[in-house]
T-cell receptor, first 115, second 112 residues
Framework: DTGVSQDPRHKITKRGQNVTFRCDPISEHNRLYWYRQTLGQGPEFLTYFQNEAQLEKSRLLSDRFSAERPKGSFSTLEIQRTEQGDSAMYLC?????????????FGPGTRLTVL | QKEVEQNSGPLSVPEGAIASLNCTYSDRGSQSFFWYRQYSGKSPELIMFIYSNGDKEDGRFTAQLNKASQYVSLLIRDSQPSDSATYLCAVRKSNSGYALNFGKGTSLLVTP
């Protein structure tokens, strides 16, 4: 296991459809994060998990968004009733617990296009 | 005032020169600071982190932190065309668990 993996890498959907993305963190990384990035902007934090517990959610995470990490390993991010404004790159990152800096390593991202 | 600010650039430097990238942040209690590199269409790749005032060197990269002035910078020595990318500054806020706040990034172009 050499890094964070995400699936799918690309998703095209029609407005109003539901989509689900998966993230597999680096083995033994307890913390997992979701970010969203639009063109010309830096990543924006959405939510993070420590093991299976969702410890923080951004105001950006509307009630159409839900994230889970049921067994403390992989995580899913679901967007219900997609809107064109949801088009973005969805990035997952993971980090080990402990240490002073909690360095986050990013996966390749899932690019979502809502038509 | 945005929490993390970077000049969007583009910053153009000739090959072999030193590239200097700057970042300011608003949360005086911030503890950890990160520089990521992002190639077009790719995800951010960690370059360095720093959490103590002063300089930290890693190969051609040097991160500099000044908490009193609330700025962090990244120097790239002997710049190469392959360094052309967007450089993202990220700050871990003091009151927000482990979430990172990112700047918009500075676009660097190294010309042969």
């Amino acid at each position: 296991d050499t890094g964070v993996s995400q699936d799918p890498r690309h998703k095209i959907t029609k407005r109003g459809q539901n989509v689900t993305f998966r993230c597999d963190p680096i083995s033994e990384h307890n913390r997992l994060y979701w970010y969203r990035q639009t063109l010309g902007q830096g990543p924006e934090f959405l939510t993070y998990f420590q093991n299976e517990a969702q410890l923080e959610k951004s105001r950006l995470l509307s009630d159409r968004f839900s994230a889970e990490r049921p067994k403390g390993s992989f995580s899913t991010l679901e967007i219900q009733r997609t809107e064109q404004g949801d088009s973005a790159m969805y990035l997952c990152a993971s980090s080990p617990t402990g240490g002073a800096t909690d360095t986050q390593y990013f996966g390749p991202g899932t690019r979502l296009t809502v038509l | 005032q945005k929490e993390v600010e970077q000049n969007s650039g583009p910053l153009s430097v000739p090959e072999g020169a030193i590239a200097s990238l700057n970042c300011t942040y608003s949360d005086r209690g911030s503890q950890s600071f990160f520089w990521y590199r992002q190639y077009s269409g790719k995800s951010p790749e960690l370059i360095m982190f720093i959490y103590s005032n002063g300089d930290k060197e890693d190969g051609r990269f040097t991160a500099q932190l000044n908490k009193a002035s609330q700025y962090v910078s990244l120097l790239i020595r002997d710049s190469q065309p392959s360094d052309s990318a967007t450089y993202l500054c990220a700050v871990r806020k003091s009151n927000s668990g482990y979430a990172l706040n990112f700047g918009k990034g500075t676009s660097l172009l190294v010309t042969p």
